[in-house]
């Protein structure tokens, strides 16, 4: 991946900024097969041996299941 570098001048002092283009650095870790079993690609729901529902993770909430479905 390819890094740029730019100058930030308030006017007090300069600051170097490193930044990459966000689009390369989700590519790049999508096609990590170290990171495979880790990756959700769709809502999951998951419930208690008496059918309530478990709330752990952001890919587990209702507004996700309404704006995927």
């Known amino acids: 991946m390819v890094s740029t570098e730019t100058e930030i001048n308030d006017c007090r002092h300069v600051t170097i900024f490193y930044y990459r283009n966000v ?40 507004w996700w299941w309404e704006k995927e479905v």
Do not use: K
């Not at 689009?23 to 769709?42: A, G, K, T």
């Open 23 to 62: 689009i390369d650095c989700v590519r790049y870790l999508i096609h990590q097969v170290v990171y495979r079993f880790d990756m959700v690609y769709e809502p999951i729901g998951e419930y208690n041996s008496i059918g309530e529902q478990l709330y752990s993770v952001v890919h587990m909430v209702d």
